[in-house]
């Protein structure tokens, strides 16, 4: 049994996965299996199967969004420790080096992760405050916006057990919806060193697609507040509760400005529900259908 298993999902991005396969490949610590899911790519990645023979574990899916391939990767991965790489990111050749001997350190933390470097349309950029990378327990602060890079995590593979894998209804932030789950109970771990080049900036980026991506985070509070407000920390409640309210009122006053009056009145439902505290899961669905 190797010790990681990594995923990488790709969808039409054959010649910049290869990259991204190749930082896995160098790794300085060489005990994992390496598992692409290709979702339903059009382009030549098919191709990796034959180019990257007996490097590689390649499976291959109908197109159905980057969730579904992570979780068909978690489904024949066959490690203890769980780390993901994004196709259009890096890693540096000690990255899983580092990461096994915190796991051999720390071996009660069940999520950690790596700080990472940012390239923007390829020039070198920093992290604003906001996004500093925090350890410890970080849920209040992963509320506003993600905080956990799935290139720079390495998880328990009995946390997907615990908590659920990535949401297949969401196009993007379902990595924010995880970690949500994760952190409402969970203790982060940090390596402060950069092991990640992290790139961003272009137009392929999921982040283009969609519009208003606070709506996906005020779905995964909702659903969040639906399926835990009974047991919640009060505290950890009336912050998502505030969280949620103050997105949702952002959004309602851009649909307002952008004339959508159907929309806004749905987003008025959402307020009343949080305020009511009944979270009705087909009043916030319409957060999806925009």
Not at 50 to 57: A, T
């Amino acid at each position: 049994m190797p010790f990681f298993s990594v995923i990488i999902p790709v969808f039409n991005r054959y010649q910049i996965v290869k990259h991204a396969i190749d930082s896995a490949l160098d790794q300085t610590f060489q005990d994992f299996e390496l598992i692409v899911v290709d979702d339903g790519s059009t382009d030549g990645s098919p191709a990796l199967e034959k180019e990257y023979h007996g490097r590689i574990v390649y499976i291959r899916q109908e197109h159905a969004g980057v969730s579904s391939a992570r979780n068909a990767g978690l489904s024949i991965a066959s490690s203890p420790y769980i780390a993901f790489l994004d196709s259009d990111d890096r890693w540096i050749p000690v990255k899983l080096e580092r990461h096994a001997i915190y796991l051999r350190e720390h071996p009660l933390v069940k999520i950690h992760q790596s700080n990472e470097a940012w390239i923007r349309n390829g020039r070198r950029a920093n992290p604003r405050l906001k996004h500093l990378k925090k350890e410890g327990r970080i849920f209040a602060d992963s509320l506003k916006l993600c905080l956990i890079s799935p290139s720079a995590v390495v998880m328990s593979r009995r946390l997907f057990d615990q908590y659920g894998q990535f949401d297949p209804e969401l196009p993007v932030c379902e990595d924010y919806d995880l970690w949500l789950r994760i952190t409402l109970e969970e203790w982060v771990g940090l390596l402060s060193e950069q092991l990640v080049i992290k790139y961003g900036g272009h137009q392929d980026q999921l982040s283009f697609k969609y519009w208003g991506m606070d709506r996906f985070r005020v779905y995964s509070i909702l659903k969040l507040l639906r399926n835990h407000s009974s047991t919640m920390n009060p505290l950890h409640k009336t912050q998502a509760i505030n969280t949620a309210l103050e997105k949702t009122l952002i959004l309602q006053k851009g649909a307002i400005k952008r004339k959508k009056q159907e929309f806004a009145q749905r987003l008025q439902e959402i307020i009343l529900m949080l305020n009511n505290g009944h979270y009705n899961a087909d009043a916030y669905r319409c957060l999806l259908e925009q």
